[in-house]
């Protein structure tokens, strides 16, 4: 355990403590380039080439990695912004867009972590980067926003509700710095610990199941309508005939590239559908579900139409 004296050496203003960042930005930001180097193949790869299933999948490749791509990059620069800030009555932990607020009052205790096994973190788990969670014996469940090399450099933050782990090199000016504000910390306001999202992190669709799961629903039944479609086309006549009931039963010989736009129209609505319902759930929730609900219907509707469309082509 670290004691220190509760008198401060200087006056107590907001400290702000970074942990070592380079290793766990360098193996992120390089994960995030091999990613975006898999997406620019992809796009080369599908990019002018014909329709057909392995087109799609070179597509779907390109968006995984991209998507992958952006996670780490995220992530990359949640490490390069780490750090712990010491203020008068809180403890906030800053990592990338997020926000772990601690009163100063609830910290009950700190533990180096050279007195404890060596813990296990589920979560983000690279060199230079150890963020996530994790059973502590003596110490219990903990949040770690470490980026740790060695158990020695560990230092366990507990409070009255649960612990967190950091990575600390002065841990005697940081125990010295917690305490000497704990000393003037009124026990009677403790305050609660929560974490804050702040930029694209306090967007509310993150906390909202039912609308992330309404995007998924749309996304997976979007990708089912551009795999049917190239993976249909192949198949079909140069020339096909393309009905139309809600004009009378109207037909018309038509270029079999024109059925290729349901997939087109399927991928740009699910795009389009995603970025505005997006910014209306930050203002009204409701009206963001309905918009996600419908692009999700939409999508059924256009697989519908494919079905029936290469079915009579």
Not at 65 to 85: E, I
Not at 168 to 197: C, K, M, N, T, Y
């Amino acid at each position: 355990m670290v004691h220190a004296g509760t008198h401060p050496r200087r006056e107590l203003t907001a400290t702000i403590v970074r942990p070592p960042r380079a290793m766990g930005v360098i193996i992120g930001g390089a994960f995030a380039a091999w990613a975006a180097a898999v997406a620019v193949i992809a796009v080369n790869i599908a990019w002018g080439a014909s329709p057909e299933f392995k087109t799609f999948l070179a597509w779907l490749v390109a968006a995984g990695a991209l998507l992958l791509a952006a996670l780490f990059a995220a992530w990359s620069y949640a490490v390069g912004s780490l750090a712990y800030v010491i203020r008068p009555d809180v403890l906030e932990i800053r990592w990338g867009w997020r926000r772990v607020v601690v009163p100063i009052a609830s910290i009950q205790r700190l533990v180096p972590g050279r007195t404890l096994d060596p813990p296990e973190v589920q979560g983000l788990n690279w060199w230079g980067c150890h963020v996530g969670s994790g059973d502590v014996k003596r110490v219990g469940y903990t949040l770690f926003y470490s980026t740790h090399a060695t158990p020695e450099e560990l230092l366990y933050v507990v409070t009255d509700g649960e612990a967190y782990g950091l990575t600390v090199q002065d841990q005697a000016a940081f125990a010295e710095a917690i305490q000497a504000r704990a000393a003037l910390a009124p026990v009677e306001e403790r305050g609660e610990q929560r974490s804050l999202g702040v930029g694209p992190a306090a967007l509310p669709l993150w906390q909202d199941r039912v609308a992330l799961w309404a995007v998924g629903i749309g996304g997976a039944l979007c990708a089912l309508v551009c795999g049917y479609v190239f993976a249909s086309y192949p198949s079909l006549p140069e020339v096909v005939e393309l009905s139309f009931p809600a004009l009378g039963g109207i037909v018309r010989v038509g270029d079999r590239s024109e059925l290729l736009d349901i997939a087109y129209l399927a991928a740009a609505i699910y795009a389009g559908n995603v970025v505005a319902g997006t910014a209306l759930h930050a203002f009204e929730r409701a009206a963001g579900l309905w918009l996600f609900a419908s692009g999700a219907l939409l999508q059924g509707v256009l697989l519908a139409a494919a079905l029936i469309a290469f079915a009579q082509a």
